[in-house]
């Protein structure tokens, strides 16, 4: 189905139906104010899939992430995760989804290991001997050493902090992982190995991914699917068929000599 | 037979059937039956994949590991007749496990020297007490040096904060412990018919020493910690870099307007103390001693020096040092984490109350010896 020029399409295509969808946003409203930030959005996402959500500033990607968390009050929709409602601030399926956030949120008064070590300790009663053993195999499975584990987050690298934030969030072996901006502040090299290493664990681990970024190499490497936030709505396609979109802001996104350049590198 | 574990022995052999759902949510509970298999009298164990529904990366790293302390303990042990999707997870362990080998010797504790310690740790705290003194010290003749417009405006704000909105709560508590000394003299002095001394002990008290002690104690309290907090976060958020980096010197327009603003402030918000525990005296020496009005002024005037009112006057504008150089430095010594943050606030305010009293003995003992 061709989408119509400049027209954005809220309602999911009819063909989304032979897939199982783990996340499944219907009619979300959110307004700042008199600015309306999402427009009765529906988004649809697939078991195993790695899908990039982009969108100009102010078009409230984040808004959208925060609101699948329960983080955010939404003015109106539903938000269903796993067969779980979210509502505002109560708790979600905690155990089954993993968060990064953009700034890492690890808690700056424990070592990395004890930040991992915290949500198991706090969702079953593993044995200590135990439970440091499993989160360091999370630790070991985000690439980070045993010392690395026992610094502090103030004492890591950038990447480093991501990739500790990232054991962090697959602590409780999630079935979702959210990340925000995940390369957004690493250079180009640790961004691929950053890349490689969520495809790599979505592979092994048949994690389900929904990850907001500006990165438009993660975009063409990585992702099954991108999801594009425009004028409250939103456009959901593969790399391949996105850039054929033919709303200006798509074009002018993807037309930009950096995404091209990314798009060739990718195919 | 348990909730997650079928054991079935032929032979030599225990064969281990898994059910249920291995998953981080049963960890715990798998975990104790799979410690709880006894192998003794078989050679080989084989996990068998039975019924089995859903699986995850702790499922299966508890079997991996079950698997590998059995095969150390010299038995054979396998994996039979596992899906892909769950032999996947045990693969993506041994992948890791290849790159990285967890080592348990990694978390005991390191022997610890007591006595060494504990003097390496004295000798630590001294090195760091010195360190402070210069630092503040250091930062004080720094700002000083190129005075510049911007701290003036600082400083009155400062002036603003934390002298002339601690007014209200130091006037309350001063009048408070008017009333209380008035109290508590008079049920003392009354018995050898000596109550008008009631007015002698209340103003030269406050006047010497409880007018100035608790206005700083508030102070302490109120701007020592807000000091502190203030250019921590500042620190925490790079935002003294950001300073530095424009050219404009931290000492400057954050440590030395706050030290000069309450320097400054002290002095007067002494004198609103003293004023209002006085007040707090009269009013309970009028309504329960059956003094008039003028009978306790000409009391007052003819008890106190002027020299009583300067020696707890002199007072302020040091401990208003102490507070504000203790608060700043705490706070620029924040690095890292938001619980160190909290650790130096606390730290600040404990130690510039615990600073102030130590300076009030010694000014005490130093104007008893003077003979004011």
Same mark, same amino acid.
């Given at each position: 189905m061709a989408p119509q020029a400049n027209t954005v399409t809220s309602q999911p295509a009819a063909s989304e139906q032979q897939?199982?969808?783990?996340?499944?946003?219907?009619?979300?409203v959110n307004t700042f104010g008199k600015q309306l930030v999402h427009d009765k959005l529906c988004l649809d996402v697939?078991?195993?899939?790695?899908?990039? @959500? @982009?969108?100009?500033?102010? /078009?409230?990607?984040?808004?959208?992430l925060r609101s699948i968390l329960g983080l955010h009050r939404t003015n109106d929709g539903t938000i269903t995760v796993l067969g779980h409602t979210i509502r505002y601030l109560q708790p979600g399926p905690f155990r089954q989804w993993g968060v990064l956030f953009q700034g890492g949120a690890l808690l700056s008064g424990l070592t990395v290991q004890e930040n991992v070590e915290l949500p198991i300790a706090l969702h079953s009663n593993m044995s200590r001997e135990n439970r440091r053993e499993l989160a360091c195999l999370?630790?070991?499975?985000?690439?980070? /050493?045993?010392?690395?584990?026992a610094k502090y987050p103030n004492e890591l690298s950038g990447g480093m902090r991501k990739r500790a934030s990232l054991a962090r969030a697959l602590a409780l072996d999630p079935k979702i992982l959210f990340l925000d901006e995940p390369t957004a502040g690493l250079d180009p090299i640790a961004a691929t190995e950053f890349d490689n290493l969520i495809t790599y664990l979505q592979q092994n681990l048949d994690l389900t991914v929904v990850m907001v970024t500006h990165d438009v190499d993660s975009l063409f490497n990585i992702c099954d699917r991108i999801a594009v936030l425009i004028d409250g709505g939103i456009v959901v396609d593969t790399p391949q068929r996105i850039v054929h979109h033919p709303h200006p802001w798509v074009q002018s996104y993807f037309g930009d000599p950096r995404a091209a350049r990314a798009r060739e590198a990718a195919t | 037979m348990g909730e997650f574990l079928t054991l079935e022995k032929t032979g030599?052999? #225990?064969?281990? &059937?898994?059910?249920?759902?291995? +998953? =981080?949510?049963?960890?715990?509970? *798998?975990?104790?039956?799979l410690?709880?298999?006894?192998?003794?009298g078989c050679k080989e164990i084989d996990f068998v994949c039975g019924g089995?529904?859903?699986?995850? #990366?702790?499922? $299966?790293? &508890? #079997?991996?590991?079950? &698997?590998?302390?059995?095969?150390? +303990?010299?038995?054979?042990s396998d994996f039979l007749g596992f899906k892909e999707s769950h032999l996947k997870f045990v693969r993506h362990i041994i992948d890791v496990a290849a790159v990285n080998e967890y080592d348990p010797d990694f978390f005991k504790p390191v022997p610890r020297h007591l006595v060494r310690k504990q003097l390496e740790k004295i000798g630590a705290a001294a090195m760091r007490g010195f360190d402070s003194l210069g630092y503040i010290t250091e930062s004080i003749m720094d700002g000083c040096r190129n005075p510049s417009r911007l701290m003036v405006g600082e400083t009155l704000r400062q002036i603003h904060e934390t002298g002339f909105r601690a007014i209200p709560i130091v006037v309350v508590v001063t009048f408070l412990m008017g009333v209380v000394l008035a109290y508590q003299g008079a049920s003392q002095l009354v018995d050898f018919g000596a109550t008008i001394f009631v007015v002698d002990l209340v103003s030269t008290s406050i006047f010497r020493e409880l007018g100035v002690l608790l206005?700083?104690? %508030?102070?302490?309290?109120?701007?020592?910690?807000? =000091?502190?907090?203030?250019?921590?976060?500042?620190?925490?958020?790079?935002?003294?870099? $950001? #300073?530095r980096v424009m050219g404009l010197n931290p000492n400057q327009i954050l440590i030395l307007p706050r030290i000069l603003g309450l320097t400054i402030a002290m002095p007067f918000l002494t004198v609103f103390a003293n004023i209002s525990g006085l007040?707090?005296?009269? *009013?309970?020496?009028? %309504?329960?001693?059956? %003094?008039?009005?003028?009978? =306790?002024? +000409?009391?007052?005037?003819?008890?106190?020096?002027m020299m009583d009112f300067w020696v707890g006057l002199i007072k302020a504008p040091f401990f208003a040092i102490l507070i504000a150089a203790t608060g700043t430095l705490r706070g620029m010594q924040v690095t890292g984490s938001a619980e160190e943050l909290g650790r130096l606030t606390t730290l600040a305010v404990v130690q510039s109350i615990f600073l102030i009293i130590i300076a009030d003995a010694f000014f005490t003992v130093l104007f008893n010896r003077m003979g004011v």
């Open positions: 897939y199982d969808h783990i996340i499944q946003i219907r009619d979300l697939r078991r195993d899939e790695i899908l990039g @959500v @982009v969108g100009g500033s102010g /078009t409230g990607k984040s808004v959208l999370k630790i070991f499975m985000t690439g980070l /050493t045993l010392e690395a584990g | 030599d052999t #225990l064969k281990v &059937s898994l059910r249920n759902n291995w +998953q =981080f949510a049963n960890v715990a509970a *798998f975990q104790s039956e410690d709880a298999i006894d192998p003794s089995l529904k859903e699986f995850d #990366l702790s499922g $299966a790293w &508890s #079997l991996y590991d079950k &698997s590998l302390d059995l095969e150390e +303990q010299g038995y054979k206005a700083a104690i %508030m102070v302490a309290g109120r701007s020592g910690s807000a =000091f502190a907090a203030a250019i921590g976060t500042m620190k925490l958020n790079e935002e003294i870099d $950001a #300073l007040a707090g005296g009269a *009013f309970i020496c009028i %309504m329960t001693l059956d %003094m008039s009005v003028v009978q =306790f002024y +000409q009391r007052v005037a003819g008890s106190v020096a």
